[in-house]
Nanobody, 115 residues
Framework: QVQLVESGGGLVQAGGSLRLSCAAS????????MGWYRQAPGKQRELVAT???????TYVGSARGRFIASRDNVKNTVYLQMNSLKPEDTGLYYC?????????WGQGTQVTVSA
């Protein structure tokens, strides 16, 4: 059974930074495109960024230019460096395989950005 554990969230003022981590166990993510997702209050989960097995990244919307996805395939972990945070970045952040079917979703890590 694959397990994803996200961490690193917290409460931060606008303009601040956070670094999220997502560790996988039960399966290797080294060959997979991984995605970071956000679920804002009252909204559906949405894609924020992807990272290929070779470290090629894509970003969606306002994440572009502010967020940096990275990975450590030895540690079976992906990361999301979030800079210049805005209140609209608030939400529960998850990682998962980009391709379907998804692995079981982790509990996510809460990011709250105050104005």
């Amino acid at each position: 059974q694959v397990q994803l554990v996200e961490s690193g969230g917290g409460l931060v003022q606008a303009g601040g930074s956070l670094r999220l981590s997502c560790a996988a166990s039960g399966s290797s993510l080294s060959t997979l495109v991984m995605g970071w997702y956000r679920q804002a209050p009252g909204k559906q989960r949405e894609l924020v960024a992807t990272i290929s097995r070779d470290g090629i990244t894509t970003y969606v919307g306002s994440a572009r230019g502010r967020f940096i996805a990275s990975r450590d395939n030895v540690k079976n972990t992906v990361y999301l460096q979030m800079n210049s945070l805005k209140p609209e970045d608030t939400g529960l952040y998850y990682c998962n395989k980009y391709s379907l079917p998804s692995w079981p979703w982790g509990q996510g890590t809460q990011v709250t950005v105050s104005a």
